[in-house]
């Protein structure tokens, strides 16, 4: 194993090593001496601690250099400012070139971790930030764990990337909370767009045994600490329910990941079993089926496509191809959304509460507008009921949100968004309305999704102002904003987009101003070829199945459902407008739209029988695996004219809005390396999108 570990080590050459630094702290109270472990990799909060061999091997130090030690009654954990630790250091892991590394990177993580269980002294986690995968593992091995109020996340993250907590979580977390709820943090939290935990959130569910202020933390813990050791606290923790209770956790768990995935990524299963057979395993058994479980993982190709993924969202998303330099934006003081449906209540809460600035909204009626700013209004009461906000910042913004009749509103607004009928020429009349109370100065930005940029600005004085700010709904969850540039947008502008989306803390990726622009095209794109083959002949639940292998967060007819059959219908004729030979308009979905039908399924799941009458095409019906390769096949085309045409700078671009803007599984990568894995590039383009990308296959 010591072999393994050095080959290992030699991997992560480029590790930024987390060093364990000891000292001996006297706690209050007369309480004694104990030892306390700052974790600090040597870098502020924006590069968070992470454990790759050094740093498990420098822990493993300070945790050896303490024990057996007769004059210390505690030994205790913490992290630098903000951040305890996030889990291991993945920057070595592509590197890994077999599973006897891979295993010795679990072991390892083990044999360091377990020791916080097993000294001779109670042993204590003070976590003060941010806490992830390996960080959350080394508080669970401690024999007691305080949490700040401050903590803004915490989680185990791994089945969202390919892996499962592997060193310790999946036994440990069950058997100090219980099944049900350890399954939500290590299941259904990841694969609900990687969820996180507060440090209430966390402290509620029982992770910690106590919670105090950010402001003195540490301070508040060790006297916590003292009367722990004294014996003047003493921690209850409900008992854990081994019987049936554990039994229907895993059972729904594994319904759960069913669901979502159909069996297209190994990892949350895997990590399901893992917990199920918690109940049971010992320490040592539990332990080492996690290292095989992980030695397995690591050398998948559904983690290497995590990675992948993750390297997106983490670094690209942070950098923006293509995006002017930031000097350029314009400071943004107010905001206008012309509009006061739901789409337009949504952007209003947004700009209000990541801006802090006054929002106007505008509608043709009293009553739209009332409704507009309730629902507002509404939203924030939801975030004060969950304890988001405090009453004075209810107070702050729903004072921000406000309504107005006439566009006169706008005159000192620096930043005005239309958020209404996706009529070109209704877009037209209203930004017209607009620049004439405007500023010179001030930016207008369209939620078009699927309209020209160009031709909406074409009829006013300043086109060059005028850009594409396309969000996802619903706008609080899906992070992609597709920021469009037309034909006379200036840099101006554009860095005007980019800087509000870093504040809105939005994954913006420049798009050219093509029709549809990238998710919505490309979806469009997949759903025409389901209901392609439901026009041909195929039942639309076999239709709708055929994807199930991609492990894509809802099939085609929820997404449907989801986006409504009239938008899809619009967006299908723009695009059979402009590209009709790749881009059919479906005539059983047109009749959906024409009898009024905005679901598509029933209460029980089933499809709706009433539309299930009007989804009726020919005679010649697909087989499922046919409906997959030609949906396949038609991605793999479109994306490639894409690149060519240079709608985004790189492939990785359509993964990162794939996956921020329609929920793309991280365990594909995204499309394109899923797509090259499966060759189905080669067969349509003869080449793959990431030839030499050793990153991305």
Same mark, same amino acid.
């Given at each position: 194993?010591?072999?393994?570990?050095?080959?290992?080590?030699?991997?992560?050459?480029?590790?930024?090593?987390?060093?364990?630094?000891?000292?001996?702290?006297?706690?209050?109270?007369?309480?004694?001496?104990?030892?306390?472990?700052?974790?600090?990799?040597?870098?502020?909060?924006?590069?968070?601690?992470?454990?790759?061999?050094?740093?498990?091997?420098?822990?493993?130090?300070?945790?050896?250099?303490?024990?057996?030690?007769?004059?210390?009654?505690?030994?205790?954990?913490?992290?630098?400012?903000?951040?305890?630790?996030?889990?291991?250091?993945?920057?070595?892991?592509?590197?890994?070139?077999?599973?006897?590394?891979?295993?010795?990177?679990?072991?390892?993580?083990?044999?360091?971790?377990?020791?916080?269980?097993?000294?001779?002294?109670?042993?204590?986690?003070?976590?003060?930030? %941010?806490?992830?995968?390996?960080?959350?593992?080394?508080?669970?091995?401690?024999?007691?764990?305080?949490?700040?109020?401050?903590?803004?996340?915490?989680?185990?993250?791994?089945?969202?990337?390919?892996?499962?907590?592997?060193?310790?979580?999946?036994?440990?977390?069950?058997?100090?909370?219980?099944?049900?709820?350890?399954?939500?943090?290590?299941?259904?939290?990841?694969?609900?767009?990687?969820?996180?935990?507060?440090?209430?959130?966390?402290?509620?569910?029982?992770?910690?045994?106590?919670? =105090?202020?950010?402001?003195?933390?540490?301070?508040?813990?060790?006297?916590?600490?003292?009367?722990?050791?004294?014996?003047?606290?003493?921690?209850?923790?409900?008992?854990?329910?081994?019987?049936?209770?554990?039994?229907?956790?895993?059972?729904?768990?594994?319904?759960?990941?069913?669901?979502?995935?159909?069996?297209?990524? &190994?990892? &949350?299963?895997?990590?399901?079993?893992?917990?199920?057979?918690?109940?049971?395993?010992?320490?040592?058994?539990?332990?080492?089926?996690?290292?095989?479980? +992980?030695?397995?993982?690591?050398?998948?190709?559904?983690?290497?496509?995590?990675?992948?993924?993750?390297?997106?969202?983490?670094?690209?998303?942070?950098?923006?191809?293509? %995006?002017?330099?930031?000097?350029?934006?314009?400071?943004?003081?107010?905001?206008?959304?012309?509009?006061?449906? +739901?789409?337009?209540?949504?952007?209003?809460?947004?700009?209000?509460?990541?801006?802090?600035?006054?929002?106007?909204?505008?509608?043709?009626?009293?009553?739209?507008?009332?409704?507009?700013?309730?629902?507002?209004?509404?939203?924030?009461?939801?975030?004060?009921?969950?304890?988001?906000?405090?009453?004075?910042?209810?107070?702050?913004?729903?004072? +921000?949100?406000?309504?107005?009749?006439?566009?006169?509103?706008?005159?000192?607004?620096?930043?005005?968004?239309?958020?209404?009928?996706?009529?070109?020429?209704?877009?037209?009349?209203?930004?017209?309305?607009?620049?004439?109370?405007?500023?010179?100065?001030?930016?207008?930005?369209?939620?078009?999704?699927?309209?020209?940029? @160009?031709?909406?600005?074409?009829?006013?004085?300043?086109?060059?102002?005028?850009?594409?700010?396309?969000?996802?709904?619903?706008?609080?969850?899906?992070?992609?904003?597709?920021?469009?540039?037309?034909?006379?947008?200036?840099?101006? %502008?554009?860095? @005007?987009?980019?800087?509000?989306?870093?504040?809105?803390?939005?994954?913006?990726?420049?798009?050219?101003?093509?029709?549809?622009?990238?998710?919505?095209?490309?979806?469009? +794109?997949?759903?025409?070829?389901?209901?392609?083959?439901?026009?041909?002949?195929?039942?639309?639940?076999?239709?709708?199945?055929?994807?199930?292998?991609?492990?894509?967060?809802?099939?085609?007819?929820?997404?449907?459902?989801?986006?409504?059959?009239?938008?899809?219908?619009?967006?299908?004729?723009?695009?059979?407008?402009? =590209?009709?030979?790749?881009?059919?308009?479906?005539?059983?979905?047109?009749?959906?739209?024409?009898?009024?039908?905005?679901?598509?399924?029933? &209460?029980?799941?089933?499809?709706?029988?009433?539309?299930?009458?009007?989804?009726?095409?020919?005679?010649?019906?697909?087989?499922?695996?046919?409906?997959?390769?030609?949906?396949?096949?038609?991605?793999?085309?479109?994306?490639?004219?894409?690149?060519?045409?240079?709608?985004?700078?790189?492939?990785?671009?359509?993964?990162?809005?794939?996956?921020?803007?329609?929920?793309? &599984?991280?365990?594909?990568?995204?499309?394109?390396?899923?797509?090259?894995?499966?060759?189905?590039?080669?067969?349509?383009?003869?080449?793959?999108?990431?030839?030499?990308?050793?990153?991305?296959?």
């Amino acid at each position: 194993m010591s072999t393994a570990i050095d080959e290992a080590r030699e991997l992560f050459k480029d590790e930024v090593v987390t060093k364990a630094i000891s000292r001996d702290i006297e706690l209050p109270y007369g309480a004694g001496t104990a030892v306390l472990i700052t974790l600090d990799n040597g870098h502020d909060h924006t590069r968070p601690n992470t454990f790759g061999p050094g740093g498990l091997l420098s822990l493993d130090a300070a945790i050896e250099a303490a024990r057996g030690r007769k004059d210390i009654v505690a030994l205790a954990v913490t992290g630098k400012p903000f951040i305890f630790a996030v889990g291991a250091d993945l920057s070595g892991v592509p590197a890994l070139q077999n599973r006897d590394q891979a295993l010795a990177i679990g072991k390892l993580g083990h044999d360091v971790f377990r020791k916080l269980g097993e000294l001779d002294v109670p042993t204590f986690a003070l976590v003060n930030g %941010a806490a992830m995968g390996g960080g959350v593992e080394v508080a669970l091995h401690c024999t007691y764990r305080t949490i700040s109020s401050g903590v803004p996340a915490l989680a185990l993250p791994e089945t969202f990337l390919g892996l499962v907590p592997g060193w310790g979580g999946t036994y440990l977390l069950p058997n100090l909370i219980g099944a049900e709820k350890a399954l939500k943090v290590i299941i259904e939290n990841p694969l609900a767009q990687n969820k996180m935990l507060k440090g209430a959130q966390a402290f509620e569910l029982g992770i910690a045994d106590a919670m =105090f202020e950010p402001a003195d933390f540490v301070e508040e813990s060790l006297r916590w600490v003292a009367k722990v050791v004294k014996g003047d606290v003493t921690v209850e923790r409900p008992e854990v329910d081994k019987g049936e209770a554990w039994d229907n956790a895993v059972n729904m768990a594994r319904f759960v990941v069913e669901g979502k995935l159909h069996g297209a990524a &190994p990892a &949350p299963a895997r990590a399901v079993e893992l917990v199920a057979e918690a109940r049971t395993r010992t320490r040592d058994e539990a332990f080492a089926a996690e290292d095989e479980a +992980l030695a397995d993982l690591i050398m998948s190709p559904e983690l290497k496509a995590g990675l992948y993924a993750f390297d997106l969202v983490q670094k690209r998303a942070k950098r923006p191809a293509g %995006a002017p330099d930031k000097s350029l934006a314009r400071k943004v003081t107010k905001v206008g959304v012309v509009g006061a449906g +739901l789409m337009a209540g949504q952007l209003a809460l947004l700009f209000a509460r990541r801006l802090d600035v006054p929002v106007v909204m505008t509608d043709l009626d009293q009553d739209r507008l009332d409704k507009g700013v309730a629902y507002v209004h509404g939203e924030v009461d939801k975030l004060l009921k969950k304890g988001r906000v405090n009453q004075d910042k209810a107070n702050h913004l729903k004072a +921000l949100v406000t309504g107005s009749l006439t566009k006169d509103a706008f005159a000192d607004a620096d930043f005005v968004i239309e958020a209404v009928f996706e009529r070109m020429e209704v877009k037209q009349q209203v930004f017209a309305e607009v620049e004439a109370v405007v500023s010179p100065e001030a930016i207008l930005a369209t939620n078009t999704s699927s309209l020209s940029i @160009t031709e909406m600005a074409s009829k006013l004085e300043h086109p060059e102002r005028v850009v594409g700010f396309h969000f996802f709904n619903p706008v609080a969850v899906l992070p992609l904003l597709e920021i469009v540039r037309g034909e006379k947008t200036d840099e101006v %502008a554009l860095a @005007t987009a980019f800087a509000t989306a870093k504040k809105l803390k939005k994954t913006a990726v420049l798009c050219k101003d093509a029709p549809a622009f990238v998710v919505n095209r490309l979806l469009t +794109l997949f759903m025409g070829e389901v209901l392609g083959a439901v026009s041909e002949g195929t039942e639309p639940e076999t239709a709708d199945r055929a994807v199930a292998p991609l492990g894509l967060p809802m099939s085609p007819l929820m997404l449907l459902q989801l986006v409504g059959p009239a938008v899809a219908l619009h967006v299908s004729e723009t695009l059979h407008e402009a =590209f009709p030979e790749r881009f059919a308009v479906s005539p059983e979905l047109a009749e959906v739209v024409k009898a009024g039908k905005t679901a598509i399924f029933a &209460p029980d799941f089933s499809i709706d029988p009433e539309v299930k009458k009007l989804l009726v095409g020919g005679d010649e019906p697909s087989a499922e695996s046919e409906i997959l390769d030609r949906a396949l096949r038609a991605l793999a085309k479109e994306i490639r004219i894409m690149l060519d045409e240079g709608v985004v700078a790189e492939a990785a671009d359509i993964d990162l809005c794939l996956i921020t803007g329609a929920g793309w &599984p991280f365990h594909t990568g995204g499309i394109t390396p899923y797509l090259d894995k499966v060759g189905v590039s080669e067969a349509v383009n003869g080449k793959p999108f990431h030839e030499g990308d050793p990153k991305a296959v």
